[in-house]
């Protein structure tokens, strides 16, 4: 069976500075990851999707998420966060039956 | 291209009553999963529907049940609502079973 922790349930920063958000996986083979957004009182917008090509995935917003076997993490970074970053983040890992699983969700908070 | 929909996007009903939700999917895609996020439990698989037949199901009472339609719009169904019910309800959908999963904006349910 497969899971996601996410390491951190808030995580704030200063408008301009890095993101980090925090995501291990479990999984019995190689999986499909996948970082998703929430904006308040939205549905789910996909950020970016790991499928066993390159490790080092970009997404839409200038977010990008390394996938590293060793350490079965799937982080999230940002090089400078916007005010428009705020929102609840999901790191998702999808099984060998193409379910997705989902972790508890960082809620990141920006400041002016 | 249209993004999935979905209606209502709010619903208040009382104890034992039922209610049915409906999705349309993304032109395209044949396949519709059903998610329920609550703040207790986060987000959770209900049910998948693939050309009009139930592919995969969550670990959800036979109170949640769901269709897909020939034009692959989907409906769920949940009867006996109980104050739990209460949630967001997520649609989500994709070209096929293993492709990649675009969500609609929910409907938030109450239930009183």
């Known amino acids: 069976a497969q899971s996601v922790t996410q390491l951190d349930s808030h995580v704030s920063v200063s408008e301009g500075t890095p993101v980090l958000l925090r995501c291990n996986y479990s999984?019995?083979?190689?999986?499909?990851l996948f970082w998703y957004v929430q904006h308040p009182n939205k549905g789910l917008q996909l950020l970016l999707k790991y499928t066993s090509a390159a490790t080092l995935v970009k997404g839409i917003n200038g977010f990008e998420a390394e996938f590293k076997k060793s350490e079965t993490s799937f982080h999230l970074t940002k090089p400078s966060a916007h005010m428009s970053d705020a929102a609840e983040y999901f790191c998702?890992?999808?099984?060998?039956?193409?379910?997705?699983?989902f972790g508890a969700g960082t809620t990141v908070t920006v400041r002016a | 291209k249209a993004g999935v929909t979905q209606t209502p996007r709010y619903l208040i009903k009382t104890r034992g009553q039922q209610v049915t939700l409906s999705c349309s999917p993304i032109s395209g895609h044949r396949s519709v999963s059903w998610y329920q996020q609550t703040p207790g439990q986060g987000l959770q698989f209900l049910f998948e529907?693939?050309?009009?037949?139930?592919?995969n199901k969550g670990n959800f009472p036979g109170r949640f049940s769901g269709r897909q339609f020939s034009n692959s719009r989907s409906e769920m169904n949940v009867s006996t609502l109980e104050l739990g019910d209460s949630a967001l309800y997520l649609c989500?959908?994709?070209?096929?079973?293993?492709?990649?999963?675009?969500f609609g904006p929910g409907t938030r349910l109450t239930v009183l």
């Open positions: 999984s019995s083979y190689s999986p499909s």
């Open positions: 529907y693939f050309s009009e037949t139930q592919r």
């Open positions: 998702v890992v999808s099984d060998n039956d193409y379910k997705l699983s």
């Open positions: 989500a959908s994709s070209r096929g079973t293993s492709d990649t999963q675009y």
